[in-house]
């Protein structure tokens, strides 16, 4: 068996798992994932994560975060209330990263402004806690740039989720350091230009594996659910594309996950 995997971004606590899950887990170890990361997204996904971890704690980790789209104009009371259970973590699974965050354009602006100070607000959670963060962003990256930009210096680092954009795009973003670019399946897609750009522009060094589950499931799983094993052939591409075993993709994109969400880390996790 090639190094272990992890996938670094899986909504395992929705309701498309809700009976299988115990299954999906031991596919998931089948395939050689052995550490899975779970975004929160609001507040109930918050307990239904925590709650997950405790069940499975050597295998499933927290993060804790608003998601753009769950952002309306009540988003300061949500934001109130995850910040202190942020603070108040101590006898529950710890938190490794402020996500999932960012910005979202994509389908309306409705919530612009609320959307651009809860992103900041949470960018602030992770200087404070030095927790990473795990970032979405749709139409709106050159917001999201020009706030990331005012902490640059004190940046702790984290993801761009399901980056799939230009080469352009990827050097801005990769000019903040300690960040990592989010490769999921949309990268296994017919005509994707990701297997291209990726090589001759991003270093696998700079780069985690996602599944995203239950959403955007890769080649040959494409229009199922998605679910952690399927990261796997996230791998196999990445492998191919850049000229090495997958052995050495698991290693290196591994290697990468674990020293930005666990590098500050104050328990012990075994990976």
């Not at 999932?100 to 992770?126: I, T």
């Amino acid at each position: 068996m090639y190094d272990y995997l992890i996938d670094t971004h899986a909504h395992l606590d929705g309701g498309e798992f809700s009976t299988d899950l115990t299954e999906v887990l031991q596919r998931a170890e089948a395939a050689g994932v052995h550490r899975i990361f779970l975004p929160a997204i609001d507040l109930p996904s918050t307990d239904a994560i925590l709650a997950l971890c405790r069940k499975w704690p050597d295998r499933l980790s927290p993060m804790i975060g608003l998601h753009p789209e769950e952002v309306n104009a009540d988003y300061r009371k949500v934001l109130d209330a995850m910040y202190k259970r942020l603070k108040q973590s101590a006898d529950e699974p710890q938190f490794i990263a402020i996500g999932e965050v960012g910005l979202d354009f994509y389908w309306s602006r409705e919530f612009e402004k609320e959307q651009l100070e809860a992103f900041e607000q949470q960018v602030q959670w992770s200087l404070e806690t030095r927790l990473p963060l795990m970032i979405h962003c749709r139409k709106a990256q050159n917001e999201m740039v020009n706030i990331l930009r005012k902490y640059a210096s004190d940046l702790p680092g984290g993801v761009f989720h399901c980056f799939t954009g230009n080469a352009i795009e990827a050097v801005q973003l990769l000019s903040f350091d300690c960040f990592m670019l989010g490769i999921g399946g949309v990268s296994t897609f017919k005509k994707n230009p990701l297997p291209e750009m990726l090589p001759a522009t991003v270093p696998l060094e700079r780069i985690v594996l996602e599944t995203d589950s239950p959403y955007m499931a890769p080649v040959p799983h494409r229009g199922q659910r998605n679910e952690p094993a399927f990261v796997r052939e996230v791998a196999l591409r990445l492998a191919d594309a850049y000229g090495v075993t997958i052995g050495q993709v698991a290693r290196q994109t591994t290697a990468n996950a674990k020293q930005l969400f666990l590098k500050n880390h104050s328990n012990d996790i075994t990976l």
